[in-house]
């Protein structure tokens, strides 16, 4: 019982470790953030730091890991769809739903090449999510236009959705539009209402 309220204890203080990296990172950059920062501003020794992670890159992974893995899950469920149409929707809302949700990291992604890094990081050696997005959205051979036009796509929505202009449309209203756009822009046929 003992070590189970430890690791328990240990797993909060990483996520309040990781939250408040998130947090320094919007304000400083990563760049501009050091390990002690976070450690002061948690309240911690730059040792409890180290406990969960050994380097700035470690904690910028783990910061990108779950919203990564849920991209992971939204592709391999658009893909398991039975129409084009049904892949494309799904694909889309899950990307945006994504956007949404995590504005501070992508607001972060579209801003810090720190952030950038350890993304590409994450994804090394596993199938690229743009590739994988250019597949479901514009089909399996798209050719050059149907490869830029995605890639407009995913950009667009991603710094649209990032953007401190909209920090304050709250989430159905922007998952709504950027959705709706991502659709006609994508040539999809006007919803019924």
Do not use: C
Not at 85 to 93: N, V
């Amino acid at each position: 019982m003992a070590s189970m309220t430890v690791g328990t204890v240990a797993e909060d203080t990483k996520s309040r470790l990781l939250a408040t990296a998130v947090r320094l990172f919007s304000e400083h950059g990563v760049g501009g953030t050091s390990l002690q920062m976070i450690a002061d501003e948690l309240g911690v020794t730059k040792a409890a730091v180290y406990y969960h992670f050994k380097t700035k890159d470690e904690i910028t992974e783990a910061v990108a890991a779950p919203a990564l893995r849920e991209l992971e899950q939204v592709l391999d469920e658009a893909a398991a769809q039975r129409s084009r149409g049904a892949q494309i929707d799904h694909a889309l809302a899950g990307f945006v739903d994504l956007i949404v949700r995590h504005r501070t990291l992508v607001a972060l992604f579209n801003t810090d090449p720190g952030v950038a890094r350890a993304i590409d990081r994450s994804l090394r050696g596993e199938e690229n999510f743009k590739t994988r997005m250019v597949t479901l959205l514009a089909g399996p051979e798209p050719g050059l236009a149907g490869v830029i036009t995605v890639h407009v796509i995913l950009a667009g929505l991603a710094l649209t959705g990032g953007a401190p202009d909209h920090e304050d449309l709250d989430d159905d209203t922007l998952r709504s539009h950027l959705f709706e756009v991502g659709r006609r822009m994508l040539g999809r046929p006007k919803r019924r209402a």
